[in-house]
T-cell receptor, first 114, second 112 residues
Framework: KAGVTQTPRYLIKTRGQQVTLSCSPI?????VSWYQQTPGQGLQFLFE???????NKGNFPGRFSGRQFSNSRSEMNVSTLELGDSALYLC?????????????FGQGTRLTVV | GDSVTQMEGPVTLSEEAFLTINCTYT??????LFWYVQYPGEGLQLLLK?????DKGSNKGFEATYRKETTSFHLEKGSVQVSDSAVYFC???????????FGQGTELSVKP
């Protein structure tokens, strides 16, 4: 079956702009999580959505937001971009988010802020 | 707070050498533990997992045992190949939400 699809793969934005990233989970998966990966901070959890509701949130400023649609597709939005937002953004989907459930990751969106 | 600590890399080995990547964790509850691998330009792939103490996860020749007494989940492989060159992440999950807490990653380079 198709894996987790993230679009676009690469983005270049200017400081102050906003950006929307998209994630299509594996069919049947209802949980979608977002992570930011940078060389300095590693992999950091942004938020998780389950059945269109945000279930968990990491320690990121309010400029980072997300949503999930009824078909489980998810979008992540970053407003007022800063240089430090340059990162690889990874989306992961899982069936239900249970403790031992495997999370399947997409290839990520590489965001560069200039 | 809850955290994962991995040995620092990069780790450079010759083909067929034995691999150990250390991982220890701090958690307030009883987590599930995971090893993920990231190849260049790719997302993360689950390598193996263990959900309770003394469980051993294994896949593709890699193994890790959930040690509650030492709060560790060290990754081992008896004979590495050049194709194992990648970054390896240890992670834990504490509750039903999707949140995974990752270690900083260990880069492995295997030379022929």
């Amino acid at each position: 079956k198709a894996g987790v699809t993230q679009t676009p793969r690469y983005l270049i934005k200017t400081r102050g702009q906003q950006v929307t990233l998209s994630c299509s989970p594996i069919s049947g998966h209802r949980s979608v999580s977002w992570y930011q990966q940078t060389p300095g901070q590693g992999l950091q959890f942004l938020f998780e959505y389950f059945s269109e509701t945000q279930r968990n949130k990491g320690n990121f400023p309010g400029r980072f937001s997300g949503r999930q649609f009824s078909n489980s597709r998810s979008e992540m939005n970053v407003s007022t971009l800063e240089l430090g937002d340059s990162a690889l953004y990874l989306c992961a989907s899982s069936f239900g988010g249970a403790l031992n459930t495997e999370a399947f990751f997409g290839q990520g969106t590489r965001l560069t802020v200039v | 707070g809850d955290s994962v600590t991995q040995m620092e890399g990069p780790v450079t080995l010759s083909e067929e050498a034995f691999l150990t990547i250390n991982c220890t964790y701090t958690a307030t509850g009883y987590p599930s533990l995971f090893w993920y691998v990231q190849y260049p330009g790719e997302g993360l792939q689950l390598l193996l997992k263990a959900t309770k103490a003394d469980d051993k996860g294994s896949n593709k020749g890699f193994e890790a045992t959930y040690r509650k007494e030492t709060t560790s989940f060290h990754l081992e492989k008896g004979s590495v190949q050049v194709s194992d060159s990648a970054v390896y992440f240890c992670a834990l999950r504490l509750n039903q939400g999707g949140k995974l807490i990752f270690g900083q990653g260990t880069e492995l380079s295997v030379k022929p």
